[in-house]
């Protein structure tokens, strides 16, 4: 079994990683740079989203490569990670979320195109991705063990809405989130579910809540306040991520939802 795991801002290489290898991946839709090693003894595909440095701002991020090369070194499943904003008064800061819906209304990638892999007339496996839930069911358990076991306070289930970046949002923007139901939002997890859901890999998102989401509460959360919880996260998210490897099944692995193929 190999899991792949993605990570963003903060956390740039995984803590605890035991690397062997670190490779960039040729995808139909550019390299990917693809770490590999073991955690917790489970063989482990790391891709860092903004890259050393945060070298890509989240509307560059290269999402549709990145997948495709995770899919090509045979990741199992996905295990996809994200400081976000609160839109959820109640979510306390610097607390986990791990989500179990999307709003992804605009399904569009940071260059404005469409948010898929088939963007080949004709080619094989083009279709429909057909879902109830986008996020798989076991990989969300293995997520909410290893958050409880590595001792962190998490919530089971939230939507996770996608905004696009690099800007923040304004009030107006989450109160029309808010007025939705959406828990949390941060700037990438939208395309990598989407694209995990066509490349049939099971993802599950987990959520770092560093900020409440502007108009949110009375006062903004103070910038010093978010940069300091964003380089808390690191470690939450490493001794999460080490936990839920570990709890993931083999057997209980399998592509989210049915595609309605046209070959």
């Not at 595909?45 to 899919?71: C, M």
């Not at 989130?177 to 700037?187: E, H, N, R, Y």
């Not at 049939?200 to 900020?211: C, K, Q, S, V």
Request: hydrophobic share 40%; glycine share 12%.
């Amino acid at each position: 079994m190999r899991i792949g795991i993605l990570t963003g801002s903060g956390t740039y290489a995984l803590p605890g990683l035991e690397v062997r290898s670190a490779d960039l991946v040729r995808t139909l839709f550019g390299s990917a740079l693809v770490t590999e090693g073991t955690l917790n003894g489970v063989e482990v595909l790391h891709v860092s989203r903004h890259r050393d440095g945060h070298e890509r701002l989240s509307s560059q991020v290269t999402h549709q490569a990145n997948i495709a090369a995770l899919k090509e070194r045979g990741a199992d499943a996905i295990l996809a990670a994200t400081v976000c904003g609160a839109c959820d008064p109640a979510l306390p800061l610097g607390s986990l979320v791990v989500f179990d819906d999307l709003h992804f209304l605009g399904n569009r990638l940071g260059d404005g195109s469409l948010c898929t892999l088939h963007t080949v007339p004709g080619a094989p496996g083009r279709g429909h991705w057909i879902f109830d839930d986008p996020y798989a069911p076991p990989l969300r358990t293995a997520l909410l063990e290893g958050a409880r076991a590595a001792g962190h306070e998490v919530r089971d289930g939230g939507v996770y809405g996608h905004v696009d970046g690099p800007r923040f949002n304004t009030k107006a923007e989450i109160r029309s989130l808010t007025s939705v139901g959406v828990t949390a939002v941060s700037q990438t997890g939208g395309p990598e579910t989407v694209l995990a859901g066509e490349a049939e890999i099971p993802y599950a998102l987990i959520g770092y809540a560093t900020d409440y989401a502007n108009g949110v509460k009375d006062e903004p959360t103070p910038v010093e306040t978010l940069i300091r919880l964003i380089e808390a996260s690191t470690a939450t998210f490493a001794s999460t991520l080490a936990e839920a490897v570990m709890r993931i099944e083999p057997a209980s692995l399998a592509p989210t939802g049915t595609h309605f193929r046209w070959d």
